[in-house]
């Protein structure tokens, strides 16, 4: 299977192997010729394969190991270029390899296991092997001259914060069906449109999506069926370029126009009416009601009926539920 967890598995396999000065001993993790002039058996694979545009024994092979492990785990080039998103011979290359990536609509910032790292200014690269919180660690080829895994923090002035998601088996599988509303749009997703992610969602695959992502709305970038690819936030603070299944999104409320008493959900960046002033966390994460409508100037509450939480612009509201 051409899962995550086959691929962490041939990579760890490779944990301490040393690059060689000479083409001798290869396969050998460890031998009398270990040195720094960057011969491996990586390279030598994927030259007998068909890989790049030219043979990369004796250069930096961080990225050609990580193109190695996907190799071994497909068992073809074509198989595993088409996983890494490659669709040019210059794959040894972390900055081209990050392009290849970013062309499919598959880097961003969010990282998750089994994606590629790249690092500095794409001049490394490496596995994702485990997330917790901002702590990535990463499997990594020519790193002190071999195999190693390390942690990082992102932002550390290493770690770039940018990841390729691959096409693993598992994650061209329909996400798993769950209780969250479908799109009530009542029409199909379009590139162009804005959209809102409704409360527990998943990107398409089943990864967790992180909560800042989940309190903004999205453009849509691309759409093929179910799976949407979204992309610029509506406030252009953000990029990510990720998929998500059609059934976790609703048309911003620009799109459904909102009327009194629907109920409607706050946008992260929205502002009291008229000032900078921002609502207590609270309301930002709860169902509210539209009060009041006159103009661009809306009233929400938490309560159907009573006293009122405030003003805000529409622009900030989508309504909940169909």
Known sequence: MKTVENLLKIARGELGYHEKNSPEHLDE???????????????????????????KQGYEWCDVFVDWCFFRLCGSREAAEAMTCQTGPYGAGCEWSARYYAGKGRLDGTPRVGDQAFFG?????????????????????NKNHRVEENTY?????????EF????????????????????????????????????????YGGEEIPAWVLG?????????????????SADGKNAIMSP????????????????????????????????????????????????????????????????????VDKKYLERVGA
């Open 153 to 161: 923090h992102i932002g550390d002035g290493w770690l770039s914060g």
């Open 164 to 203: 390729g998601h691959p096409f693993y088996e598992e994650a061209v599988k329909p996400a798993p069906q769950t209780e969250s509303k479908p799109n009530p749009g009542h029409r199909e997703i379009a590139v162009g449109d804005m959209v809102s992610i409704l409360p527990g969602a998943k990107w």
């Open 216 to 232: 903004k709305q999205w453009k849509v970038a691309a759409a093929d069926g179910e799976r949407i690819v979204i992309n610029e």
């Open 29 to 55: 993790k460890t031998a009398p010729n270990d040195g720094s002039r960057n011969f491996t058996k990586y390279a030598r694979d994927l030259a007998e394969a068909g890989y790049y545009q030219a043979g």
């Open 244 to 311: 998500i299944c059609e059934k976790y999104l609703t048309l911003k409320a620009e799109t459904q126009p909102i009327q009194v008493g629907d109920r409607v959900r706050l946008h992260a960046d929205a502002t009291v009416y008229g000032s900078s002033a921002r609502y207590s966390d609270w309301v930002y994460r709860s169902d509210l009601y539209l009060r009041e409508l006159s103009g661009d100037r809306a009233v929400i509450s938490t309560q159907r009926e009573g006293a009122v939480t405030g003003p």
């Open 121 to 141: 200014d794409r001049d490394h690269t490496g596995i994702v092997s485990a997330v917790d919180g901002s702590a990535v660690t990463v499997i990594e080829g």
